[in-house]
């Protein structure tokens, strides 16, 4: 069964700086991965995914996500945080083929200090 | 187009009462997927139907069912309310399978008392 691990449950960053979120996975072959963000109240956004091709992909609000397959991570990065990325980030993995249900991590909730 | 909505926003609900949820999916999609959101368990997936069947099914007790008309849109029951069953609980839709990127509304916040 595929699963998700997402360690850190709460990070604080300055705005300006530099963010990586980190996500570890459990799937027997090639997974598909998400990241989506949730803002309070809110349902939650996609930021990025990743099927197949460039392990680097780009998405949304400057958020950028790397698949390496031999650390079985896809971590979310972003080079300059501002205050409106405060929210909670769940990494997400699916079976290939997308006929299977989605596996959701329990979060990282961001804090963004000025 | 329109995005997934979902009907009503706020609901509170004594013990022992049935409630229905509904979702309206992005025009187009096929698939509704429900997950229940807590903030001692996170995000779990209940149930995903693709044109009107079901597909997938989570670890919930059969309290909980749904439905899929043929417009595609969804509706989920959960029947003997309990007070854990106090959560957001979010649609999504896909336009091919519950396993590919998903488009969420805004949710169900179900207060049982």
């Known amino acids: 069964a595929q699963s998700v691990t997402q360690p850190d449950i709460h990070i604080t960053v300055s705005e300006g700086a530099s963010l990586e979120l980190r996500c570890n996975y459990s799937?027997?072959?090639?997974?598909?991965l998400f990241w989506y963000v949730q803002s309070p109240g809110q349902g939650l956004q996609l930021l990025l995914k990743?099927?197949?091709?460039?392990?680097l992909v780009q998405g949304i609000k400057g958020f950028e996500a790397e698949f390496k397959r031999s650390q079985s991570s896809f971590n979310l990065r972003k080079p300059s945080v501002h205050w409106s990325d405060a929210a909670e980030y769940f990494c997400?993995?699916?079976?290939?083929?997308?006929?299977?249900?989605?596996?959701f991590g329990t979060g990282t909730k961001l804090q963004v200090i000025p | 187009k329109a995005g997934v909505t979902q009907t009503p926003r706020y609901l509170i609900k004594t013990r022992g009462q049935q409630v229905t949820l509904s979702c309206s999916p992005i025009?187009?999609?096929?698939?509704v997927s429900w997950y229940q959101q807590t903030p001692g368990q996170g995000l779990q997936f209940l149930f995903e139907?693709?044109?009107?069947?079901?597909?997938n099914k989570g670890n919930f007790p059969g309290r909980f069912s749904g439905r899929q008309f043929s417009n595609s849109r969804s509706e989920m029951n959960v029947s003997t309310l309990e007070l854990g069953d106090s959560a957001l609980y979010l649609c999504?839709?896909?336009?091919?399978?519950?396993?590919?990127?998903?488009?969420f509304g805004p949710g169900t916040r179900l207060t049982v008392t």
């Open positions: 999504a839709s896909s336009n091919r399978g519950g396993g590919l990127e998903q488009y």
């Open positions: 997400a993995v699916g079976a290939s083929g997308g006929y299977q249900k989605v596996t």
């Open positions: 025009s187009g999609h096929r698939s």
């Open positions: 139907y693709f044109s009107e069947t079901q597909r």
């Open positions: 990743y099927f197949s091709g460039d392990t």
């Open positions: 799937y027997g072959a090639t997974p598909y």
